[in-house]
Each structure stands twice: as C-alpha cells, then as structure tokens.
C-alpha cells in the first residue's frame, strides 16, 4: 500500500487552482495535468507500507493549530510545474515533528526537504516552444483543519488518491461549532432582512428554527467558551466569526423579538 501525509483542498481553494489549470491549457502549455480532486500537499511521502494504523499512530501524537495556506507563484522542478505557497513557519514546523514522530515508530519515508508545493503538470511543455508562460499566479486562501493519510493507487485514467484516515487540529470541535453557528447566523440576517421588508413569509418557519438555535447558542456556556476563546486568538485568522460578536447576535434576537413573525408564534 503506496502512502503519503497531505494536506487537502476546500472547494475554493479548488476552485482557484483548476481556473489557473485552465489558463495555462488555453495558452497552449502540455502535459500531465493532476486532476482536480487529485490536487493536495506532500507532507511526507512514505510509500509502501503495509499497516496505515502505525502511520495514523505516530501522526496523532503530533498536535497541530490551523494553517493558513496560500499560493504564492509558480515554478518547476525540471519538466514538473509547480504553484508555490506563500511563507508558512507554523506548516514548516508541523512537517519537521510530524517526520520526527515517522522516524520514532520506525515508519520510512522520503527524507528530502520539505518544499511546500502543489503539483499541477508533469511532463510540462509549450506549443511554441520555449518555459512555459506562467502568466497571472493563481489567487486564493484557505484554512487548513485537517492532516489527511492518503493511500495511491494506479487507475486506468491515472493515479487514484484515496484518504485512509485524517487528524484534526487543537480545539476542532469549537472551530466546527462556530463555523456551523456562523453559517445559521448569516442565513438568520438574510431572513430578518426579508421578514423587516414584508417578503419572507415563506421563510417565516425556518428562521424561527434559526432563532432558536442561536438563542441556545448565545445563552449557554459554549458561546461563552467560544468568546473567550477568541479573546485569547484560540481561532484561526480567517475563520468568518460573526456570530462571536456580542453586539451582533443579541441585536437580531432583538429585532426577532420586535417582528411581527416573533408575535405570530406568541399566539
């Protein structure tokens, strides 16, 4: 079983990557493009291995914050073309004691420098001869959460990436808790919206659900932790935080409680 440790991809950050993919086919660049659901981040490539356990082991002895992933220009290691990241002590510290916890549980792998890379064309070439013409860098950001064990086998329409098992960051569950929050707060404002407009009443059941959840939320202890833990920069730079604000939440229960939809449910 051929293995290796990555870092994957959200959609956006996808997304990103496969505009800039197309790019370079429309100027004319060959090759063997990776495959979209394909693209990731070599952490530590071990290989054949027969038991991923060991593996999964000795990575959940190695404990991780969010990492902020950028691309950040492009280049090539021969004819293998490659979009770079931006700077990232955090990720590069991560890797050199993830390698350590490999080597403690006598797990092999490939002992060359960690350089952060995404590959996006082997065997790259140019129609009209001549480097590739790179053009515009992709763009785009993500927050990494999750350290992926991916297994590689070889397809009929190329190699095939297949997670075996993954590990999440330090305080996960209250990163999930505010992102799934975050999301019910921002579909609640674009209902208040509405319901203030006089055009959601066919909305009027579903953010009365969402009130009540956020309700919940604010007025047990996890909002609390959840505050205070941002207080004490616990969460991730780009992790969309609204529903953290005090004055936020409790001014749309406010303007709940003020509607007419809120009067409704009274009766």
Not at 159 to 174: K, N
Request: negative net charge; charged residues 30%.
């Amino acid at each position: 079983m051929r293995l290796f440790i990555a870092i994957q991809f959200d959609a956006d950050m996808l997304d990103a990557l496969t505009d800039y993919r197309e790019s370079l086919m429309a100027r004319g660049v060959e090759g063997n493009y990776t495959r979209r659901e394909n693209l990731h981040i070599t952490l530590a490539f071990i290989g054949d291995h027969g038991n991923p356990d060991d593996v999964l082991d000795a990575m959940e002895q190695v404990s991780f914050r969010p990492f902020d992933i950028a691309p950040d220009g492009v280049g090539s290691f021969g004819d293998l073309f490659w979009v770079g990241l931006a700077d990232n002590p955090g990720l590069a510290a991560y890797v050199k004691r993830l390698r350590r916890a490999l080597s403690a549980h006598g797990i092999p792998y490939d002992k060359k420098r960690f350089s952060p890379h995404i590959t996006l064309i082997r065997k790259a070439s140019y129609r009209g001869g001549g480097a590739v013409p790179a053009g515009e860098p992709p763009k785009g950001s993500m927050t990494a959460y999750k350290v992926s064990l991916m297994r590689s086998d070889r397809g009929k329409q190329g190699m095939i990436y297949t997670e075996v098992g993954s590990v999440m960051c330090e305080g996960y569950d209250a990163i999930e808790r505010v992102m799934r929050m975050e999301k019910d707060f921002d579909r609640a404002l674009q209902l208040m919206k509405h319901c203030e407009e006089g055009t959601a009443d066919a909305g009027a059941g579903e953010l009365g659900n969402l009130i009540k959840r956020l309700d919940r939320y604010y007025s047990g202890r996890q909002w609390k932790e959840d505050f205070a833990a941002d207080e004490k920069g616990a969460f991730p730079a780009g992790l969309k935080r609204g529903v953290l604000s005090e004055d936020g939440l409790y001014e749309l229960l406010e303007r709940y409680r003020e509607t007419e939809v809120f009067n409704n449910e009274k009766k």
